[in-house]
Each structure stands twice: as structure tokens, then as C-alpha cells.
């Protein structure tokens, strides 16, 4: 399944907006480990290889995905496609939202 075309890939600028906004579910896909050092404002930890517990939402709630460099966002993003989720974001590197001048 090619997801390219169904995940929405946003810049920093565009993620913190949302975040400022509250508009969107935001998901910290790193380990519980990393999430205690440091996450977004707002964000829920649901480490991406435990995703399965997302059952229970909506699936048109829009779900923000980030991690530290694109990766388990990217496979997160994928696993939430696949359980019917119809508005994925990825920011990818959790840096992106922090590069921007709030």
C-alpha cells in the first residue's frame, strides 16, 4: 500500500500553528523514555510499535504524528492508515516545530 499520497507531510511552521490551535490530536511516537525528556505542548506519548490501543478513537480525528527524525513517525503513519484513520499528519522530526519562530 503506497501511503504517500493519503499522509500529509506539514512544515514546522504548519504543525506549531496547529498545536497553537488545538485542532489536532498530537501524537509523540518515541519511547516513553524519550517523551519524560522533553515533547511538544499537548502531546500524548503512544509509541508507534503500541499504536493497536488507537483503536478506540475516531477515525476522522486529525492525529499529528511526530517523532526525533521521521521515522517511527513515518511507520506510525502507516499502522494508523491501515486501522481505517482518514486525516494523518507527519511532522517528522520533532526539531521542525522548534525551528519556528513562535
Known amino acids: 500500500?503506497?501511503?504517500?499520497?493519503l499522509v500529509i507531510r506539514l512544515s514546522g511552521a504548519e504543525a506549531r500553528c496547529h498545536?497553537?490551535?488545538g485542532d489536532?490530536?498530537?501524537?509523540?511516537?518515541?519511547?516513553?523514555e524519550e517523551f519524560e525528556?522533553?515533547?511538544l505542548p499537548g502531546a500524548m506519548n503512544l509509541p508507534w510499535p503500541k499504536?493497536?490501543?488507537?483503536?478506540?478513537?475516531?477515525?476522522?480525528?486529525?492525529?499529528?504524528?511526530?517523532c526525533d527524525n521521521g521515522a517511527k513517525s513515518r511507520k506510525?503513519?502507516?499502522?494508523?492508515?491501515?486501522?481505517?484513520?482518514?486525516?494523518?499528519y507527519t511532522m517528522g522530526a520533532m526539531a521542525k516545530?522548534?525551528?519556528v519562530a513562535s
Open 1 to 5: 500500500m503506497n501511503t504517500d499520497a
Open 19 to 21: 498545536i497553537d490551535d
Open 24 to 32: 489536532m490530536l498530537v501524537l509523540d511516537v518515541r519511547s516513553a
Open 37 to 39: 525528556e522533553g515533547a
Open 51 to 66: 499504536l493497536k490501543p488507537a483503536k478506540v478513537l475516531e477515525r476522522e480525528t486529525p492525529i499529528l504524528l511526530y
Open 76 to 88: 506510525a503513519a502507516e499502522v494508523l492508515l491501515a486501522l481505517g484513520f482518514t486525516q494523518v
Open 97 to 99: 516545530y522548534y525551528q
